[in-house]
T-cell receptor, first 118, second 112 residues
Framework: EAQVTQNPRYLITVTGKKLTVTCSQN?????MSWYRQDPGLGLRQIYY???????DKGDVPEGYKVSRKEKRNFPLILESPSPNQTSLYFC?????????????????FGQGTRLTVV | TQLLEQSPQFLSIQEGENLTVYCNSS?????LQWYRQEPGEGPVLLVT?????EVKKLKRLTFQFGDARKDSSLHITAAQPGDTGLYLC????????????FGSGTKLNVKP
């Protein structure tokens, strides 16, 4: 089954304790991205990756890191989480859309990770 | 400020009523997409509109892309309780077509 898998689904952690949220897709998609969803703000892009070893900042990258060592995996790293990073996080992947565009095709989302930083 | 502004933010209507959701920007988009999200799930794509002025229909849902490619609308005819959910517009601006933006969403509740 084609899917994007995020882990964990729920996480409660303390301020400053490094954590990693994993994301894996089995559709051979080039484009992967991370979003956070907060009430009234919709989804905001944190980082995106157009292919292996190619990553770039989205709209709200502060306090986050990513890596893309393999095409299928795109982990999100919070080196020193703070309470303002409490949010619902989504990973998504999309195939290449041609003519230099990676985002005009359907984005497939994971089930989300609800993170609470206390 | 959001690059994509959606209105209304909330909509509560009776079954059978029609409704329109708007998605506006000052930027030109290469395409705009509409997603629907259920509680506890990730968004799921409904449609992509690519050409200025384009109209796409998906059963009772009609999507329109503005002529200038800065806005889009979603019209639902004879809404049903199964249409309840969060509707999100999304897209990449023409001057940075690999960076993706979402609107703040419209939470629709259709009462039986």
């Amino acid at each position: 089954e084609a899917q994007v898998t995020q882990n964990p689904r729920y996480l409660i952690t303390v301020t400053g304790k490094k954590l990693t949220v994993t994301c894996s897709q089995n559709m051979n998609h080039e484009y992967m991205s991370w979003y956070r969803q907060d009430p009234g703000l919709g989804l905001r892009q944190i980082y995106y990756s157009m292919n292996v070893e190619v990553t770039d900042k989205g709209d709200v990258p502060e306090g986050y890191k990513v890596s893309r060592k393999e095409k299928r995996n795109f982990p999100l790293i919070l080196e020193s989480p703070s309470p303002n990073q409490t949010s619902l996080y989504f990973c998504a992947s999309s195939p290449y859309g041609g003519t230099g565009a990676y985002v005009n095709t359907e984005a497939f989302f994971g089930q989300g990770t609800r993170l609470t930083v206390v | 400020t959001q690059l994509l502004e959606q209105s209304p933010q909330f909509l509560s209507i009776q079954e059978g009523e029609n409704l329109t959701v708007y998605c506006n920007s000052s930027s030109v988009f290469s395409s705009l997409q509409w997603y629907r999200q259920e509680p506890g799930e990730g968004p799921v794509l409904l449609v992509t509109v690519v050409t200025g002025g384009e109209v796409k229909k998906l059963k009772r849902l009609t999507f329109q892309f503005g002529d200038a490619r800065k806005d889009s609308s979603l019209h639902i005819t004879a809404a049903q309780p199964g249409d309840t959910g969060l509707y999100l517009c999304a897209g990449a601006p023409k001057d940075n077509f690999n960076k993706f933006y979402f609107g703040s969403g419209t939470k629709l509740n259709v009462k039986p």
